[in-house]
């Protein structure tokens, strides 16, 4: 059974986003994949692991779709001319389509016939296949909420008959932003899981890294906003193998071991920033990797060059005047010019009221309180951190240092 | 997780727009989408229920028990049965729900189950 769990984990998404392709219908692709995932589990056992088990997942579920499609026929006039269409036409799962139907699915998932918000909920369902009550725990809203924008979008992409297609060159530049913001969504969800036992989900940012390149070859021409988001990704991806301990448990950078992190990744991304930093118009995602880059590059923790990266902030702010950035500005001036300095812009970002439920500034704040000696406040900080946090490791980090705050 | 799919319709109206094959039919179907959720381990238990007219309400106060004639609500539309399902996530259960055939005669409420927390060291 164990080796059926670690199937669905790795191809579940893939096999779906597949099925969906070849039966033209989230609904009947959600159910073709259990189909086959029963089939798989009453099989697998008994012949043994087949050597494709994604190209034998998209068969298996693609049979029984058509199955279920026939035995309907005889009541349903649609169902038997969609029957008949799929015998005539024998969509084989051909390697290179599978290849692309992810990234079909993340730009129906994102289309702008979408309203924004469910464009996200469907993409964290449908391409990183989250519960529809993680998403909701994630965004802080009620279940049904979000599972009636995740039924309402699909009856849209049906209604309106939006393409399962990766759009033509001239289009894609209008779409990319779209597609740009979910393959980063998908990666910050494998970063810093918002949610369960697993603090970083590799799967989820390989899935983003490889999405990235693939959409970098298709493009007609070098887009900086692409090339920037790899690099970012890269760069924080370079850092995994450091980010847990043994335990499971939280390693802030600080206390990382460097020689852990991935040097290749690292050289690709700064390589990346480079090209990107040269020409004449920064994008966000470019200054984002610019940061990660200095933080990568650094040889130990105190040589990083925080009057770099406070300059880079600065710069970030203009692109995207988001309180979230202001935040991440606040943590690094406070390692420029020390902790009440950094306190000052969190108070001033928290009196804004935009961010109080954001679980980072809570704790970004306990932490400069806990330098500064003030420990009541800063006990009060972690507190309504780890109010906010649903996140096991991220859980126990807090409750550390609770305990150290206790005595 | 568990889901339970409470479905409600108006009995009048809905018999009274079938005719005899038709009621038939609905059967035939209903009874094919359980066995249908049965293959797929969707299903966890099943069942329909007689007219709401043969409900009987129950309550105990200070200690009197006293019975009502039901229904619960006057409503038109009636529970008329139930389908406890496992379902991944919420939208999963919202996809079953659509399949059962009185979907498109009802109204399916589908609710998730609520475990009773058990408090450790609290009299049973």
């Given amino acids: 059974m164990t080796s059926i769990d670690a199937v669905w984990r790795a191809e579940s998404r893939r096999v779906l986003a597949t099925l969906i392709r070849l039966l033209r219908d989230f609904d009947r692709a959600e159910e073709a994949l259990n189909d086959a995932f029963l089939a798989a589990a009453e099989q697998w056992p008994r012949d043994g692991v087949p050597a494709n088990p994604r190209a034998w997942l998209v068969s298996a579920g693609r049979f029984k779709a058509i199955d279920r499609l026939r035995r309907k026929a005889r009541f349903d006039r649609v169902a038997a001319e969609l029957a008949l269409a799929d015998e005539e036409t024998e969509m084989a799962p051909e390697p290179e389509h599978i290849a692309d139907d992810r990234l079909r699915l993340i730009f129906v998932c994102c289309h702008p016939e979408l309203p924004p918000d469910a464009q996200i909920a469907l993409t964290l369902r449908e391409t990183c296949g989250l519960l529809t009550e993680e998403i909701a725990a994630a965004f802080l809203a009620k279940p049904s909420a979000i599972a009636q924008r995740i039924v309402r979008a699909k009856s849209r992409i049906r209604d309106l008959g939006l393409p399962y297609d990766v759009p033509e060159p001239e289009e894609l530049a209008v779409r990319l932003d779209a597609v740009l913001r979910t393959i980063y969504l998908i990666f910050n969800e494998g970063y810093a899981a918002s949610h369960g036992t697993e603090l970083v989900r590799v799967d989820l940012c390989d899935e983003a890294i490889r999405l990235c390149r693939l959409l970098i070859a298709l493009l007609p021409e070098s887009d900086s906003e692409a090339e920037g988001l790899l690099a970012l990704m890269l760069l924080q991806h370079a850092r995994g193998a450091a980010r847990t301990d043994r335990a499971g448990d939280l390693v802030l950078i600080a206390d990382q071991d460097r020689r852990l992190w991935n040097r290749s990744e690292i050289a690709e991304g700064v390589a990346l920033v480079e090209g990107a930093m040269a020409r004449p118009v920064l994008t966000a995602y470019v200054i984002e990797a610019a940061i990660a880059a200095e933080h990568a590059i650094a040889p130990t923790a105190e040589a990083t060059d925080w009057r770099e990266i406070v300059q880079l902030y600065d710069l970030l702010r203009r692109a995207d005047p988001s309180p979230v950035v202001a935040l991440n500005r606040a943590v690094a001036v406070a390692m420029r010019d020390g902790p009440e300095a950094g306190l000052r812009e969190i108070n001033a970002i928290l009196e804004g009221g935009r961010l109080d439920d954001f679980r980072y500034l809570h704790a970004a704040r306990a932490d400069l309180l806990r330098r500064l000696g003030r420990r009541d406040e800063a006990r009060a900080a972690y507190a309504a951190a780890l109010e906010l946090t649903h996140q096991a490791a991220e859980q126990r980090f807090i409750e550390g240092r609770l305990n150290e705050l206790q005595d | ?124």
Avoid at chain 2, 1 to 10: I, P
Avoid at chain 2, 19 to 48: C, F, H, M, R, W
Avoid at chain 2, 67 to 85: C, N, R, S
């Fill in chain 2, 1 to 124: 997780m568990r889901y339970l799919c409470l479905v409600h319709f108006d009995g009048n109206e809905v018999f009274g727009k079938l005719d005899a094959p038709g009621k038939i039919q609905l059967d035939i179907d209903s009874l094919g989408y359980n066995e249908e959720l049965e293959a797929s381990g969707n299903l966890v238990a099943t069942q329909a229920l007689q007219s709401a007219n043969t409900a009987v309400l129950v309550r105990v106060r200070e200690g009197r028990v006293s019975t009502t004639d039901g229904p619960f609500i006057e409503t038109k539309e009636q529970l008329a049965g139930f389908i406890l399902i496992e379902a991944r996530d919420l939208n999963e259960a919202i996809r079953i729900a659509s399949g059962i055939p009185l979907a498109k005669l009802g109204t399916i409420e589908v609710r998730a189950i609520y475990d009773i927390p058990r408090h450790e060291g609290a009299a049973p």
